[in-house]
């Protein structure tokens, strides 16, 4: 598989084969509050439910919401023992659970479908007929 | 693509063409766009604006790789086919999907640098510009995110402290996430930042909160309906110094009592009635959640 789909598998595959789910990403992440039952479980098993998340895995309730309060804050990154990039991981994860693979969403999607729409709206309000035309 | 920090050293001959990446939701902050493009020009780049919905990164097609995958190419592909060599990037979002998802999988035939960079590594161009002290307490808001990818926090503070007049305060404060709309989508997060961005301000005695990032911007604003603090952008900041005009036309329909009065007919008519009434006054009225 090419293309985005294939990039998200590959880089999915070669990070989790490299994580040891110690936990060191939940430990300094500061969403963890927003994320139902991660404060309260172990950082490890979160940690490995993430990575089961990358295997194609169903993760676990506290993993999938950790992965959805993820906003990449990347602080992840250097509390990384193994040097790996935490934080491209959780987007990896990100974009799994949300069904980027076509499967099915295992966390909530929330998805504009006025995205562009209102984008275009407020450039007829803040740029002139030739800027837009030029620079939309 | 890696920063080439000698491509970003001031040209002292022709302005070196490029293009100005200003993202998606930056088109409610039309005199940022304008003044950013005057600065970069000051400091020797010919950055012509482009984005909108037609140079997407992808990123609102997260759900599927395919229809994320075909937004983001089509963006690159035009952009190899202007020519010029670099893309000067405003939003994180974009800057960090050109790195992890874009550029892998469609060759881009550019390099990619943030704004802050540009203006920082060319700022001996932007100092003399400088010249209207601007007289306030500012707070700089920062985020947790990004910054490890481009030191923003650090180069916006530099840039910040070229102005006359401008006193800078210094608090360890970081936001969680990239930036604010990130925190928008986690009940709660919001909220919680926004309270701690206060008392930040409280703490040192500032008056100005001065914002990276657009969807900050757009999210802190309304802060000055409430507390009396003055709400700004680093553009606004150094375009005042410079003399650049860029009068803040979101805050000003953001926090007036009635936005459509304060925007007149004319202004409604061209965002057209029916997108106005449905996408954009909903936005304005939305009561500030601090």
Redesign the interface.
């Known amino acids: 598989m090419s293309?985005?789909?294939g990039?998200?598998r590959t880089e999915s595959a070669r990070l989790a084969a490299l994580c040891t789910a110690c936990g060191g990403c939940v430990t300094a992440c500061?969403?963890t509050p927003?994320a139902a039952g991660v404060d309260a479980a172990e950082p490890g098993t979160v940690a490995a439910g993430m990575r089961d998340v990358l295997r194609d895995g169903p993760g676990s309730p506290a993993a999938l919401a950790w992965i959805a309060?993820c906003?990449?804050?990347?602080?992840c990154?250097?509390a990384c023992p193994e040097g790996l990039d935490a934080?491209?991981m959780l987007?990896l994860a990100?974009?799994r659970a949300?069904?980027?693979?076509?499967t099915a969403?295992l966390i909530p999607?929330?998805?504009?479908t006025?995205?562009?729409?209102?984008?275009?709206?407020?450039?007829?309000?803040?740029?002139t007929e030739e800027?837009q035309a030029?620079?939309? | 693509m890696a920063v080439n920090p000698e491509s970003m050293a001031p040209d002292q001959g022709q302005a070196e063409p490029a293009i100005f990446w200003y993202g998606c939701n930056m088109t409610r902050h039309g005199e940022v766009i304008r003044a950013t493009t005057r600065l970069l020009e000051a400091v020797g780049m010919a950055a012509e604006p482009t984005g909108g919905p037609a140079s997407c990164c992808g990123s609102p097609k997260d759900a599927s790789a395919r229809i994320n995958e075909g937004m983001a190419r089509r963006t690159i592909e035009a952009f190899n086919a202007t020519g010029r060599g670099k893309v000067v990037t405003w939003c994180p979002s974009c800057h960090m999907n050109m790195q992890d998802s874009m550029a892998p999988v469609t060759t881009p035939a550019f390099e990619t640098v943030h704004v802050t960079e540009v203006l920082h590594a060319r700022r001996d161009r932007l100092r003399p510009l400088l010249t209207r002290p601007v007289p306030a307490r500012v707070l700089l808001h920062g985020h947790l995110g990004f910054n490890g990818r481009v030191p923003v926090n650090g180069l916006v503070a530099d840039l910040l402290r070229l102005i006359p007049g401008l006193t800078l305060l210094d608090e360890p404060y970081r936001a969680p996430g990239h930036m604010c709309s990130s925190l928008a989508g986690v009940p709660g997060a919001l909220a919680d930042a926004q309270r701690a961005t206060l008392a930040s301000m409280a703490a040192v005695g500032a008056d100005t909160l001065c914002t990276i990032f657009h969807s900050c911007h757009r999210e802190m604003v309304g802060l000055e309906q409430n507390h009396p603090v003055t709400v700004v952008n680093w553009i606004h900041l150094l375009a005042a110094s410079a003399g650049i005009a860029a009068e803040d036309g979101y805050k000003a329909m953001r926090n007036a009592a009635d936005p459509r009065a304060a925007l007149g007919e004319a202004a409604v008519a061209a965002a057209g009635e029916l997108p106005f009434a449905r996408l954009i006054e909903p936005e304005l009225r939305k009561a500030p959640i601090v």
């Not at chain 1, 949300?98 to 076509?102: F, N, P, Q, T």
């Not at chain 1, 006025?114 to 740029?127: G, M, N, W």
Request: proline share 8%; net charge positive; hydrophobic share 40%.
């Open positions: 293309g985005l789909a990039h998200i500061p969403m927003y309060a906003t990449r804050s990347g602080i990154t250097p934080a491209f987007r990100q974009w949300k069904g980027a693979l076509g969403p999607v929330k998805e504009d006025q995205y562009s729409p209102k984008v275009k709206a407020f450039a007829r309000l803040t740029l800027e030029r620079w939309l």
